[in-house]
T-cell receptor, first 117, second 113 residues
Framework: AQKITQTQPGMFVQEKEAVTLDCTYD???????LFWYKQPSSGEMIFLIYQGSYDQQNATEGRYSLNFQKARKSANLVISASQLGDSAMYFC??????????????FGSGTRLQVQP | DSGVTQTPKHLITATGQRVTLRCSPR?????VYWYQQSLDQGLQFLIHYYNGEERAKGNILERFSAQQFPDLHSELNLSSLELGDSALYFCASSVDTGNQPQHFGDGTRLSIL
């Protein structure tokens, strides 16, 4: 089974509007972390936001927020007031088994977001 | 700028050859991770080093090996290269505490002709 599922291969959004990128995950580990990364066409991977499994509140970083629904095992990224520069590939990733020493990230297949003027 | 430096940015070589990719982690980060991004397999974890010691292996082929040196820089060695090894190879570093993310370098794009 896929550990990280991103069901939206591509998304379009109008400039200045908000957009939600979906991410569901699968783990039996009680201790895990969820990350979102942005990959522009230039190729680099840029960290956006983090949510820990024990965090009580949804994470926010500027225009990025994470809609964390633990019971549903979803960690959707919300980008508010989209900008043309937000056009990129977005990856959801999970780091599980923190207490067992595992540190590597498992990535989803990504969502390509295109912001239209 | 993530603070993680990868060289070279691009590498073009032929099947059967051997290449070495280099990574310098962010100052203070003891962990180095290598990932491979290809069109068919997506982003996959290869190997993790912490302070010079191998900590975990992912989907790393036997033809691939890595090491982390005392100055914490790391090298990924790819040998007997095949066409399917063409990919973007990322190095990431982290302090590996709590909620700290992995910071990625810009990657090395390897093309096998």
């Amino acid at each position: 089974a896929q550990k990280i599922t991103q069901t939206q291969p591509g998304m379009f959004v109008q400039e200045k509007e908000a957009v939600t990128l979906d991410c569901t995950y699968d783990t039996s580990d009680p201790s895990y972390g969820l990350f979102w990364y942005k990959q522009p066409s230039s190729g680099e991977m840029i960290f956006l936001i983090y949510q820990g499994s024990y965090d009580q509140q949804n994470a926010t970083e500027g225009r990025y927020s994470l809609n964390f629904q633990k019971a549903r095992k979803s960690a959707n990224l919300v980008i508010s007031a989209s900008q043309l520069g937000d056009s990129a590939m977005y990856f959801c990733a999970m780091r599980e088994g923190w207490n067992t020493g595992r540190r590597a990230l498992t990535f989803g297949s990504g969502t390509r977001l295109q912001v239209q003027p | 700028d993530s603070g993680v430096t990868q060289t070279p940015k691009h590498l073009i070589t032929a099947t059967g050859q051997r290449v070495t990719l280099r990574c310098s982690p962010r100052s203070g980060d003891l962990s180095v991770y290598w990932y491979q991004q290809s069109l068919d397999q997506g982003l996959q974890f290869l190997i993790h080093y912490y302070n010079g010691e191998e900590r975990a292996k992912g989907n790393i082929l036997e033809r691939f090996s890595a090491q982390q040196f005392p100055d914490l820089h790391s090298e990924l060695n790819l040998s007997s290269l095949e066409l399917g090894d063409s990919a973007l190879y990322f190095c990431a570093s982290s302090v590996d505490t709590g909620n700290q993310p992995q910071h990625f370098g810009d990657g090395t794009r390897l093309s096998i002709l």
